[in-house]
């Protein structure tokens, strides 16, 4: 029997807790039920409320519908009949707006944007809610005012970081690898571009699973919308840090990375931070849009231990914030499917950037290649009847001026299709390297721009004349003495 037949017989059958174990040649036994939510079915019935009438309905986003009903804003957009948008939508039992305070948790002031887990995202949230019902319940005040519009802010800023200005299905929405979200920032963050999320999709038949922001999970998709649609997803997104913060708070994979970054003086160029200034002005310092690839506390140890104590003394202080720069792309937010340039107002997304602009100041990407599925050199497969078939989408090589004024690095991101030779959803991966290296964990957004991760030092005698850094980590660095020290005074 076809397998798509024996799916028709499966939803004719109602409920897919009976339906039986099928042998497939790939996987051996898989329960159909198990692949019936590989494929993603969803209902194709119409829907004709909006996003806030679905989950106002519904009595499992209760919890979410308090939060989204502080801000008479939130609440037009997402009852906009006009509007296409994606909304992912927590639901109360990973919302625990209702869990008891202990005495001398968290004051008015307190606000969670960083926690030490999933779990406590969602109870920071939570708290922010029963505060502001708190709130209702006291006496009229000036005070009360004041405090009551501070908390429906932040808690406004955390929901739009949740919508998409258009509408993705879960199909649509593993397409591209960061998405710009309906939160502005108007403290010049991302040089004023929308707070962007990053979108990771895992195959592992019979699933596929779509995770947002590394941690959080959308554990049920497409719910439809007469002007959108919703996903249900495990835990709340709140709008990321600065890349100096985000990285601060991960001290088991960057610790040596931030000692770096405050030893040498280079804070300001990844961080963005309020401060007070004259009276009861408020201002900014640092950076407002910027790329960074971040080495590992790991990448400092495969130097050579020599080399490293002399980067961390006093006498290779010139040479540490040297190759630190090399590491930072200033006024760029560099994504594998989107960059904004600072300094010109250029923007590009979607895996469709321009050719070059200029050298030094600008960022150079040629055309991408066209995305046809009639070319069979843009494919290749393990084997089909052993693992899924990856068609290559777009590539692209890419020259990023770095804070090291002269020095460049050279990036290449290759996108890929996956699909397991059954029907259901694609998954789509990056290959990102940059002077050779590969980059991993990658698109990683902050407030202030784009975080990737590499577990190497990169070279920056790389960055003028070869395109590639490649080679034995410690082997590449083993005559240091030799030009290290004249080079930091050179450059």
């Known amino acids: 029997m076809r397998l798509a037949k024996l799916l028709t017989l499966a939803f004719a059958c109602g409920s897919a807790s009976a339906l ?5 040649p790939w996987f051996g036994h898989i329960s159909l039920e ?41 609440v037009a957009l997402l009852n906009d009949p006009s509007k296409s948008l994606t909304f992912f939508a927590l639901p109360d039992s990973k919302f625990p707006c209702h869990h008891k305070h202990h005495h001398g948790d968290h ?43 501070a908390l429906a802010r932040i808690i406004r800023k955390i929901i739009e970081y949740h919508i998409l200005p258009e509408s993705y299905e879960a199909a649509e929405l593993v397409q591209n690898s960061t998405y710009a979200t309906s939160l502005t920032l108007d403290d ?65 994979v960057f610790s040596f990375f931030t000692s770096a970054i405050q030893r040498v ?65 200033p006024n760029f937010v560099f994504h594998t499917d989107y960059f904004h340039n600072a300094t010109s107002n250029v923007t590009e997304s979607g895996g469709c ?18 995305d046809d599925d009639d070319d069979d050199d843009e494919h290749f497969a393990l084997s089909t009847n052993t693992g899924p078939i990856s068609q290559l989408v ?18 290449h991101v290759a996108r890929y299709k996956s699909k397991w030779p059954i029907p259901g959803s694609a998954r789509y991966f990056t290959r990102f390297k940059v002077n050779g290296r590969r980059v991993g964990p990658y698109d990683i957004p902050a407030r202030n721009g784009a975080l990737h991760v590499v577990s190497t030092i990169l070279n920056p005698r790389k960055g003028r004349d070869h395109y590639v850094d490649s080679g034995d980590d410690e082997a590449a660095w083993d005559a240091w003495e030799e030009w290290l020290p004249q080079w930091a005074v050179d450059n």
């Open 20 to 24: 039986p174990v099928i042998v497939l």
């Open 107 to 149: 004051g008015h002031e307190a606000v969670p944007f960083f926690a030490d887990s999933p779990d406590d995202v969602s109870h920071g949230l939570g708290d922010l809610i029963q505060r502001a019902e708190e709130l209702e319940k006291e006496p009229e005040s000036r005070d009360k005012e004041k405090r009551k519009q």
């Open 265 to 329: 003086g280079l804070t300001g160029a990844i961080d963005h931070l309020r401060c007070s200034k004259h009276g009861n002005n408020v201002g900014f310092l640092g950076a407002t849009a910027t790329t960074v690839f971040t080495p590992t506390s790991g990448a400092f140890k495969r130097l050579p231990r020599k080399l490293r104590r002399y980067l961390f003394s006093p006498f290779g202080r010139k040479a540490l914030k040297k190759l630190l720069e090399y590491h930072i792309v």
């Open 188 to 252: 010049g963050s991302m040089d004023s571009q929308p707070l962007r999320l990053s979108i990771l999709s895992i195959s592992l038949p019979p699933h596929l699973r779509i995770n947002i922001n590394v941690f959080v999970e959308v554990t049920k998709r497409d719910i439809k919308a007469k002007n959108g649609v919703i996903h249900q997803i495990s835990h709340p997104l709140l709008p990321p840090p600065s890349i100096f913060q985000e990285t601060f708070f991960v001290p088991e």
């Open 34 to 74: 198990g692949l019936v939510g590989y494929l993603g079915y969803t209902s194709d019935f119409a829907q004709d409320e909006t996003i806030y009438q679905v989950l106002k309905d519904d009595k499992q986003y209760s919890c979410l519908v308090k939060a989204i009903d502080l801000s008479e804003s939130v």
């Open 394 to 411: 777009y590539e692209y090589n890419a020259t990023l001026p770095t804070l090291l004024q002269g020095h460049h690095l050279r990036v």
């Open 353 to 370: 950037f321009e050719d070059a602009l200029a050298m030094e100041s600008a960022l150079q990407i040629p055309a991408l290649l066209d």
